[in-house]
């Protein structure tokens, strides 16, 4: 089992001038502990009630954020967990991508997904298209990310989005690509998509254990409708744990077996506490060490 380690938040000790140096403090051990990859959230508002923290609290862009990490790691796996559709014209998206995944020597993954904090739209005056509407510009964003890394340069149309001419010029170091994650648990749409076009997906265990191992059933059959290889959809989840509170390294240990029980192959983890270090270290010597052959 692959763990990962999502950070969330940034609401440190010290204010906006410590983020920076807990930041690289946090990812710099991560890696050094053995995690496999390293995300960061799509959003410029905080989630509400996220480790209790308000809308206001402090919250870093993710593609910037990445490119710093990529700079102070070099084994960590990067992504956003996941890229809001709404947020970024796709072809300067695909640019984006492509520059991460340069600059991180290959370790890239394009996490996305059809966006749902309206609210932070809204505040942010972006557009908020109806349901049926961004899950159409997400087709459009994957299909558009499937065929310019298939070749140097590629004219596209989609319904909502077109490029002419965009051009992969730097390639991605990434072979053949960087990874394709969708997010979500949407039986017929975002799944049905993971099928089709990309290389994982990721369910949240907020949906509760049945609701994610439907997920993973529905993700199953989507594949065999396609004639895809189920076993090449790389199976990632995100939980919560908070080694200074209810959770313990026994705990974390049965979470990870149950989620290899159901079929997922890449754990990831939020952290409350993780800025005090300590949880990372506790990953390192007890619990990526006793999940690593499941």
Not at 35 to 41: A, E, I, Q
Not at 66 to 83: D, N, R, S
Not at 215 to 223: P, Q, S, V
Request: overall charge negative; proline content about 5%; aromatic content about 10%.
């Amino acid at each position: 089992m692959r763990i990962g380690l999502q950070i969330p938040s940034f609401k440190y000790p010290g204010g906006t001038a410590a983020i920076r140096p807990k930041l690289k403090e946090i990812v710099t051990t991560a890696e050094a502990a053995g995690f496999y990859s390293l995300w960061v959230m799509d959003h410029f508002y905080q989630i509400k009630g996220m480790f209790g923290e308000a809308y206001t609290d402090p919250m870093m862009e993710s593609y910037t954020t990445l490119g710093y990490i990529a700079g102070l790691t070099e084994k960590a796996y990067l992504g956003v967990l996941v890229t809001g559709v709404i947020y970024r014209y796709p072809s300067v998206l695909m640019k984006t991508i492509s520059t991460l995944d340069i600059l991180a020597g290959g370790r890239t993954y394009f996490g996305i997904g059809a966006a749902w904090y309206e609210d932070e739209a809204i505040g942010y005056g972006i557009p908020y298209p109806s349901t049926p509407e961004r899950f159409e510009q997400l087709e459009d964003n994957l299909k558009l990310a499937k065929a310019l890394w298939a070749s140097d340069q590629t004219s596209f149309a989609g319904k909502h989005f077109s490029a002419p001419a965009i051009t992969n010029n730097p390639r991605p170091i990434s072979n053949p690509h960087p990874r394709i994650m969708i997010g979500g648990t949407g039986p017929k749409k975002t799944l049905r998509m993971v099928a089709q076009y990309a290389d994982a997906c990721n369910i949240g265990d907020w949906v509760g254990t049945e609701s994610m191992q439907k997920a993973i059933d529905t993700l199953k059959e989507h594949c065999e409708a396609l004639g895809r290889d189920y076993d090449t959809v790389e199976k990632t989840s995100l939980c919560t744990v908070h080694l200074s509170g209810g959770d313990t390294v026994e705990s974390v240990i049965q979470r990870v077996k149950e989620l290899a029980r159901m079929g997922f192959t890449h754990a990831i983890f939020n952290m409350q506490d993780v800025c005090d270090i300590k949880p990372l270290e506790t990953f390192a010597k007890e619990i990526i060490p006793a999940v690593a052959e499941l």
